[in-house]
């Protein structure tokens, strides 16, 4: 690491390599350092962010924290952007009995 004082997340990301990112992960997973020590709310909370910008630099969409596979999935009424959306409209509700 470098003497240079840290003064921004781009400081961070500067500093980062793929070891370091997985650390991060591991720590944030486990919520341990890896001596043991508990990391605060405050570490977890940079740790995701340094996690999260690490990775919007350096991985593609698909291996980042949170990515969603959205492909094969069934599409609804809510992902139609075609849907035209008639806030008058009242249809009834269905009651189903057994």
Not at 5 to 21: K, T, W
Not at 29 to 43: A, I, S
Not at 77 to 89: I, P
Request: proline share 5%; charged share 30%; with cysteine.
């Amino acid at each position: 690491m470098s003497d240079k004082p840290i003064e921004s997340m781009q400081d961070i990301l500067g500093m980062m390599n793929p070891e370091v990112h997985m650390n991060l992960k591991t720590a944030v997973e486990l919520g341990r350092w890896q001596d043991g020590r508990k990391l605060t709310p405050e570490q977890i909370e940079y740790c995701l962010q340094a996690i999260i910008a690490y990775e919007q630099q350096h991985l593609p969409e698909d291996m980042r924290v949170g990515y969603i596979d959205r492909t094969g999935l069934k599409k609804t009424q809510c992902d139609d952007d075609n849907h035209s959306h008639d806030h008058e409209r009242v249809e009834p509700l269905k009651i189903i009995t057994h």
